[in-house]
């Protein structure tokens, strides 16, 4: 789901989890035998697997307060569709066309936050879990969400969700992961279904206008309200109109109040609070195009590392004619790139194209980073999702190696954090026999920048890079 910026709520909701106990939940994905990666907190452990299903009932859930800070502000009982006991049959089979999460391999949302630059990644991970309810097992996926403000890790949450025999989409539980200075500084906003309270409904089968459900509803931790406001909307989508959408009201915590929409084949599609706007900028596979990925387009990825060395070399006459072949790419690829990608990839190959001409290496290096960034958002129309993933994994260690080049720990501190997550999408793209490798060279990275020895760690992300593109390849 849409992660709303934590910082809009006041401190108490981090008191509140803490007072209860918030802690990290460990999933281990069947099928691969894999654990996830837990980042900087390290945490590590299983729920146990089961069976599939939750036994059927006609009873309703027990009955929950209004969860805001005052007790208010909530609607009548009688408007919510959430409160009878859902049925899982074929819980991971995740088909309601406005949040078919199961079916998104990956997701890019673009937008501005506190006044900064907003980017979220959302992939579906490999393999499933399972989490205990009702003293039964439910399968659930889980996708994994990854926010960046600024350029920065600001927030990791792995979700839970599974889809009832109706139709409806239940959300059972996150693990939050909120990072200051590259470090986790609170997991407020953690649950589990079972442990810390019932499952959340975050979609109905067929939603009506009036409709009030919580997606989340742990009182004390977490909570959301939403009102079913339209389900006819058309709204702007990466590749032209999209109808059917489905418009919201939600209400936080604080009793404060945002927009949301959510879309068909897409999920949650625009979440904005005041001036703060978090919308759908590319998913796939619902804006995949066939075919290979367009030469021009591939072009400015690659040449964008191209520069990047020119910038650590000083070579300015090599930089100065591949930033104008860039230009060049770019504009026979642009007419067709979905909005938002477009707007922020020619913003950053303009300033690219400046501070080539200044010459200030620095500014240069980062912002060919930026370009490929968006380069490959573009890329995820052409390319499996986990071609693209093992690509920003490749980014992110030369991010970190432009960090540690400015000393900046805070920056490279998060960067392997970022590295570490990303991980967890490339299982299934290596051999088992490989991912010790990989996990060595992080694991080295994530020394290094605990002793605070960036020119180590810089060492270390060049080898870690040259390695996932060969693991990959073989």
């Known amino acids: 789901m849409i992660h709303f910026p934590k910082r809009i709520l006041t401190t108490i909701a981090a008191v509140a989890c803490l007072a209860l106990g918030g802690t990290v939940t460990a999933i281990v994905a069947s099928g691969t035998d894999a654990a996830l990666t837990k980042s900087a907190a390290s945490a590590r452990g299983a729920t146990s697997m089961g069976g599939e299903a939750l036994a059927g009932s006609s009873a309703d859930l027990p009955p929950t307060p209004c969860g805001t800070y005052s007790g208010r502000g909530c609607a009548p009982a009688t408007r919510r569709v959430d409160t009878r006991m859902p049925t899982f049959s074929r819980p991971t089979k995740i088909t ?3 949040f078919p999460i199961s079916r998104l ?15 979220s990644e959302t992939t579906l991970l490999p393999g499933t879990a399972t989490v205990a309810w009702g003293g039964r097992p439910i399968r659930v996926v889980i996708s994994q969400y990854m926010a960046f403000l600024d350029g920065r890790l600001d927030e990791v949450a792995l979700d839970r969700y599974a889809q009832a025999d109706d ?5 059972l539980g996150e693990d939050v992961f909120d990072y200051r200075r590259g470090a986790v500084a609170i997991t407020e906003g953690t649950w589990l279904a079972g442990r810390d309270g019932p499952p959340a409904m975050i979609m ?4 009506r206008v009036g409709d009030v459900f919580r997606p989340e509803n742990v009182t004390g931790v977490v909570f959301e309200e939403v009102v079913v406001k339209s389900v006819t909307a058309t709204v702007k989508g990466p590749h032209g109109p999209v109808t059917g959408a489905l418009v919201a009201e939600e209400l936080h915590l604080d009793g404060s109040h945002s927009n949301k929409v959510f879309a068909p084949r897409y999920g949650e599609f625009r979440t904005g609070s005041g001036d703060d706007v978090e919308a759908l900028a590319l998913a796939v596979p619902a804006d995949a195009l066939a075919g290979p990925t367009p030469p021009a387009l591939r072009f400015l990825t690659t040449s964008a590392w191209g520069i990047l060395e020119n910038a650590r070399l000083q070579d ?7 930033v104008k072949r860039m230009n060049t790419a770019w504009k026979t690829v642009r007419g067709g790139a979905p909005p938002l990608i477009a707007t922020r990839l020619n913003s950053h190959l303009n300033a690219l194209t400046r501070t080539v001409k200044q010459r200030r290496a620095a500014q240069v290096a980062q912002l060919a980073i930026n370009v490929a960034q968006s380069a490959l958002d573009l890329e995820l129309r052409h390319r499996p999702a986990v071609e693209v993933d093992i690509e920003r994994f490749h980014l992110w260690t030369q991010q970190l190696r432009v960090h540690a080049a400015a000393r ?35 694991r080295a990275l994530r020394a290094a920048t605990d002793a605070r020895n960036l020119p180590a760690a810089a060492d270390h992300a060049a080898r870690l890079a040259a390695q996932v593109r060969r693991l990959a390849r073989t």
């Open 408 to 442: 900046d720990l805070a920056g490279a501190t998060g960067d392997v954090a970022v590295l570490e997550w990303v991980r967890d999408r490339l299982t299934s793209a290596l051999e088992p026999a490989d991912l010790p490798k990989l996990d060595a060279g992080v």
């Open 105 to 119: 391999r990956s997701v890019v949302l673009l937008g501005h936050v506190d006044g900064k630059p907003f980017r």
């Open 96 to 98: 309601n066309p406005l």
């Open 204 to 207: 109905p089968g067929a939603p």
């Open 316 to 322: 300015w006459q090599a930089a100065s004619a591949t």
């Open 167 to 171: 139709g409806s989409v239940w959300y």
